[in-house]
């Protein structure tokens, strides 16, 4: 098994073949800066799988292989030959052995790379002293009825949204817009979250429109107040965004911006609504209210001890 990197031309070409569906295979995520595209093939030339990292710079000078920003993970396929289990598992635990030492062959001082939950065999990566460590995010099971969702909620979520539909508040489906872009960028900006202005503008409005999923709670003189934005395919709904007003707030309309975007997700036939960046305290209290399933994923990490020391040291984290 080998892994090189490939162009988008390519990694199109493999999607389209195998009729693969994934929102964040297009231009508006792989064409952002240090984006790379690696493609898995089989010994006899034939492609069988991608992922996608990040290339950057740490402290300006410590290079660094991460998931790429704006994803919840590097997106790993693969199409597997096997159908009898044990060798399903081996061809699994071979891509597996394979990404680890070309991750490692890369001569990154730093490698941080998260992986899809459906992936849990990481064995391969602890043998090549990686570290493999656990995180979370939750999901929402959107097979279940409209009214089943609504009582999973947590009575504060409830209560929020009940508020906002009494005080008639209104959410709409939108396109992307500019008053959304600054909503977000505001909003990271209050909670001191760094965040790069093209990147979010080029995800809101050059992504393509059927994996766009927008909503806007507005007041009664038609003021925005909230908003949500999610990428969504055939399998999940993915949160990206999300961002609220300041100067003129209401307590639930936050809440019901995103039981709108869940409704609609449904509507879309969509299987799952993942609240991907449930690892953040505030966030995760927040999204654990919508009833979903907290489900763990791998990220695995790498660096020499000193860089390990210099990070601590210099930015208070260790990757």
Request: glycine letters at 4%; aromatic letters at 10%.
């Amino acid at each position: 098994m080998k892994i090189h990197p490939i162009h988008r031309s390519e990694l199109i070409q493999f999607v389209e073949k195998n009729n693969l569906e994934n929102a964040f295979v297009q231009d508006s995520f792989l064409t952002q800066p240090g984006i790379e595209i690696h493609g898995i093939f089989a010994k006899d030339g034939q492609q069988k799988g991608f992922f996608f990292t990040e290339s950057l710079l740490r402290m300006k000078f410590l290079k660094s292989l991460a998931t790429p920003r704006n994803m919840p993970n590097c997106q790993l396929t693969y199409v597997c030959s096997a159908k009898n289990p044990a060798k399903k598992n081996s061809e699994l635990k071979n891509v597996m052995e394979a990404i680890s030492h070309y991750v490692e062959s890369l001569g990154n001082s730093i490698v941080s790379v998260s992986f899809p939950e459906t992936w849990i065999d990481f064995q391969p990566f602890v043998w090549n002293k990686f570290k493999v460590t656990t995180r979370y995010t939750y999901q929402l099971d959107l097979s279940i009825s409209e009214e089943e969702l609504l009582v999973n909620l947590t009575s504060e979520r409830r209560k929020n949204i009940t508020k906002a539909q009494n005080d008639q508040l209104t959410t709409k489906e939108i396109e992307p817009n500019t008053v959304m872009l600054e909503m977000i960028l505001s909003t990271f900006k209050r909670q001191n979250i760094p965040v790069n202005r093209h990147i979010v503008q080029k995800i809101l409005f050059e992504s393509k429109k059927e994996n766009l999923l927008a909503t806007m709670t507005y007041d009664t003189e038609n003021r925005p107040l909230a908003c949500n934005f999610c990428l969504t395919d055939a399998r999940k709904a993915t949160y990206l965004f999300g961002g609220y007003a300041t100067e003129h707030k209401h307590e639930g309309a936050g809440a019901l911006a995103l039981w709108r975007s869940i409704q609609l997700a449904k509507k879309r036939r969509v299987a799952i609504f993942d609240f991907e960046g449930s690892m953040i305290p505030q966030i995760e209290k927040y999204f654990r209210g919508f009833g979903g399933e907290l489900v763990p994923f791998y990220q695995v990490t790498k660096s020499s001890y000193l860089v390990e020391v210099l990070l601590k040291t210099k930015e208070r984290t260790r990757f």
